[in-house]
Structures are given as structure tokens and as C-alpha cells.
């Protein structure tokens, strides 16, 4: 079968169920059965998706007339897989264990892979048992990550996530970071650090990432003024370099002693599986970053050895094909009920959004039809009283996905687990609502009420169940959204691992400083840029 007469299938079935409402299709009773699966742990269940079990064979079909599974192999064994810039995306190998080789240009990256994290083990060790000091003498207590894009939002992310799982030699280190090119980040958190007890980690793919040096200089100045050291004897004792181009680093002051490497195949929003996740082992101990790239293996492993219909990242990527090209929905809404999720939302947000956002296929032509939805989100208790509105009952259709793990603070008190269960039964309580509308009430009061108090429901959503949140089970969720990304992207016929339209915007800024300190100096800016450039060189001339 080939794509089109998939494509034209489904379409015949998405005019056919469109009239349907999900309280219809939910009234079978098998349902949950027929569209809930489940690996290690990890539960997706699309019974409120508004399709049918047969759909999703059909959704099959077209995944495999796209030769999906080549795909999985190219991918995994380090094919390039990004035809633009001709390299691999090999983030599933920061995750192998080791024992296992991968070959690359003929060398093994397992090898080099386990390399780095003996390294990062090294100086995590050497953190965590007070024995990295500063220039004073005194022991670093403050480590500061300094990074932008997947050097931050990644390990902030994870973080934050695993904050439950810091073991105790961690308890005593604080960690803070800083991304904002503006340095309001880093002002307001010099003015109350302890120069000669922080240390900065500063990561960049290319040490030329102009926010990240920035910021770094700023650190650097801030420590020599406090120490009236010279800058050698700061860099020694107070930065950590991560980077794919050491030599760059090197230049920059950074002792190689210092410095951890990761990959140009490497794409930077996959990067928290590498070396650019020394602020999550710092913040967890390596036994914990290790649990989480094990989660991930697990995931990897699944992807490329289930059959495509038990597949979770397939499954969850061919609903996404089904609701954007298929239903028409063009906005997703990322839902977790726990706080500790918090950054959850605008981690995927870059993951789908730098990845998927497209309008160009592989071959240069261009694409037919919508690619990656506008992707936001929020923690469900503070969504439900930000924009739920709009989900219940505002005039667009949205796609849902809660994400929410059973148990918490099983060796907690009851107050607390109960402060859990209101969390479970609100997620719950909104998927239902969502998809049954005024239906999910139990009386007939809702035909009755003014229309303004009515609820049309029919909204699709998806519930990921994690049995508990642990580095584990972050590493399996993390790792089944990078699969359905790279998944739509085959079934759209794209390349997901590039960005050249961040390249473009990086280029032009770099431009724009110039014409800032010399106003009309290219002589060929359009009148809005140039209008604003003569009244903001006014008003800083008035001071």
C-alpha cells in the first residue's frame, strides 16, 4: 500500500467519525481495553482519542508504507538521519550501557560515551565530598549552569523533577541557573553568592553561543574582582566547560582538566542524556543520572523492537498525525499533575517545536500539509484556573495530554497523600470532562442550564500513568516524546534534527549589534527596524 492511498483511507475514516462524540464512542465498554498499552511501567491510554481501534491500523499502515521501521534502524544504528547537515542523531547511544559497541566512522562511541561519564562521575565525586575548592580554599557549596535552549531547559527540567532524589552528600550544594541573554538572571543572583564557594559550569555545543559567553564573562569578571586573582587561577577553581569543540574552550581559559565533551551528533534539545547533564548528577548523584539514562535505554529498546501497533512513541505519534492532519487540531496542550513537572511543558515545547516545526520536506519540496502544532502548557491545578476555559468551552479544538503518576508519598503522611489524591482526582476529572462534555454529569440538569453554563466536550486527549515519578520513569517519558518526534517527522517526510531557522535569527542579532553602535552603518534596513533603532539610540543618548 502506498502513502497516498493510506492517506486518502484515512481521510475517508476521519469524515466518517467526525460527526461522532467521544461520550458515543466511549460508551463501549471495551474500549479502555482495546486503546490503553502499557511497557515498564509506563501506561498510554488513548481511549479518549476520538478514533477507533481500527484506526489505528490504518494509522499503522501509513507508518509503515513510510517505511517507519527502516527509519527506527537508520536512526539507531547512526545512519545520517539529518540529511542537511550530514551527520547522525545518536542520542540513544549516550544511553547505552556499557559492554555494548556502536561504530561511527570507525570508531566505537560507546566507548568514548562511558569515557565522559567516568569523568563526570570524577568530578561529581570530588563535589559532593567537599574536596573541589574554591580559590579561597573554602569547599564549593553553589554550582551555577550556565547554558541556553537544551543546556538549560533540559537539566533545569530534570532538576527539578527529581528533587525528591538527591542523595545526601548533594544536600549541601545549591544549584541555580542562568539562560537569559539580558543578564537580569545572573545580576540578581550575583548580588547574594559567595564568590569564592560558587562554581559555574558552562555549556555550549559550539562555545560560540553569544547569550552563553555573555553570561560567562560576567561570572569570570565578577569572580577576578571579588579575589583580585588573575583569570587562570579563577578559571581552574571556578569553571567546568562542556562542549563539542574543546579547543574552542581551551581559548576561552578553561583547563582541559575542566572541561567534559559531547558530540556534534549530538542535537543540543537531546543533550541532557550527555555530559550537558553534570548539574542533574550533581543535583541526584551519578547512581541517579544513571537510573534515568537506563529508563531511556528501556524506551530506546522498545522503539526499535515492538511491533509498531504496541509501539508506545509510535502510538502516541500516529494520534498526533490523526488529530493534526487528519481532525484538523493545531494546538496541544501539555497537562502534568505534579508539580515537580513543572518545567515539563516548556521542555517539549523546544523538543517538538525546534524539531517538527517544518514547512520544508527532505527532498526540498514543500510539505502538503500541516506539520507540528503550537505546543504550551502548565501544571493541571494552575492551568485549570489559567486557560481550561478556553478548553472547556472557547470556540478552538485542542489536543490534551495529562500526564500524572499513581503513587506519591507512600512514606509520607496522610496529609500529604491525600494532597495527592485531589491531584489524581482532578486530572481524571478533566479528561472526563473534556471528552464527555455535559454528558459527564449523572442527572439531566445539563440540558436544562443556559448556554452559557453548558459544556460541548468532544475535546481529544491522552493520559501517560507513570507508576511513581523517579529518574527511571522521567528517562522513559522523556525518551517516548523524542521517538514520536522523530516518528511524525518520518510520517511527514522532514527533517527533525536540524534548525536553520534559529540559525537565521542567531546570524541576524549578531548583525544587529553592529548596526546598534552605528546607526545606518549597512544602509539597508527595512523602515521598522530602522525607526526603532533611531529612538532607542535617542533615548540612551539622553541617558
Known sequence: MT??????????????????????????????????????????????????????????????????????????????????????????????????????????????????????EALVTTLHSGQWRGYSGEAIDTVVNIGVGGSDLGPLMTCRALSDFKPKAAQGIELHFVSSMDGSQLSGLLSRLNPATTLFVLSSKSFTTIDTLANAATARQWLVDASSLDTEVILRHHFIGITAQPEKASEWGIPSQNQLLFWDWTGGRYSMWSAIGLPIAISIGMEGFRQLLDGAHSIDSHFHQAPLRENLPVLLALVGIWNINLLDIHAHAILPYDGRLAH????????????????????????????????????????????????????????????????????????????????????????????????????????????????????????????????????????????????????????????????????????????????????????????????????????
Open 3 to 120: 502513502p497516498d492511498t493510506c492517506w486518502s483511507d484515512l481521510r475517508d475514516s476521519a469524515q466518517a467519525l467526525k460527526p461522532r462524540h467521544l461520550s458515543e464512542l466511549l460508551s463501549d465498554t471495551r474500549r479502555f481495553d482495546a486503546l490503553t498499552f502499557e511497557h515498564d511501567g509506563l501506561l498510554l491510554d488513548l481511549s479518549r482519542q476520538r478514533l477507533l481501534p481500527e484506526t489505528l491500523d490504518q494509522l499503522v499502515a501509513l507508518a509503515e508504507a513510510c517505511q517507519l521501521q527502516q527509519k527506527i534502524n537508520d536512526l539507531i544504528s547512526g545512519k545520517p538521519v539529518n540529511c542537511t547537515e550530514g551527520r547522525a542523531a545518536l542520542h540513544t547511544a549516550l544511553r547505552t550501557p556499557a559492554g555494548k559497541s556502536l561504530s561511527l566512522n570507525g570508531e566505537d562511541i560507546v566507548v568514548g560515551v562511558q569515557s565522559t561519564l567516568a569523568k563526570m
Open 344 to 543: 515539563l511543558p516548556a521542555y517539549l515545547e523546544q523538543l517538538e517545536m525546534e524539531s517538527n516545526g517544518k514547512s520544508v520536506r527532505l527532498d526540498g519540496s514543500a510539505t502538503q500539509g500541516h506539520t507540528c502544532p503550537v505546543l504550551w502548557g502548565e501544571i493541571g491545578p494552575n492551568a485549570q484556573h489559567a486557560f481550561y476555559q478556553l478548553l472547556h468551552q472557547g470556540t478552538e479544538s485542542v489536543m490534551c495530554d495529562f500526564i500524572v503518576p499513581a503513587k506519591r508519598y507512600t512514606d509520607r503522611g496522610q496529609e500529604l497523600q491525600q494532597q495527592h489524591r485531589l491531584a489524581l482526582a482532578n486530572c481524571l476529572a478533566q479528561a472526563r470532562v473534556l471528552a464527555l462534555g455535559d454528558k459527564a454529569l449523572d442527572d439531566d440538569s445539563a440540558s436544562a442550564a443556559p448556554p452559557w453554563k453548558r459544556y460541548r466536550g468532544n475535546q481529544p486527549s491522552t493520559v501517560i500513568l507513570l507508576d511513581e515519578l523517579t529518574p527511571y520513569a522521567l528517562g522513559q517519558l522523556i525518551a517516548v516524546y523524542e521517538h514520536k518526534v522523530y516518528t511524525q517527522a518520518v510520517i511527514w517526510g522532514i527533517n527533525p534534527f536540524d534548525q536553520w531557522g534559529v540559525e537565521l535569527g542567531k546570524k541576524m542579532a549578531t548583525a544587529m549589534l553592529d548596526e546598534l553602535d552605528n546607526p545606518g552603518l549597512s544602509g539597508s534596513l527595512d523602515c521598522a527596524t530602522s525607526g526603532l533603532l533611531q529612538r532607542i539610540n535617542t533615548l540612551r543618548e539622553q541617558g
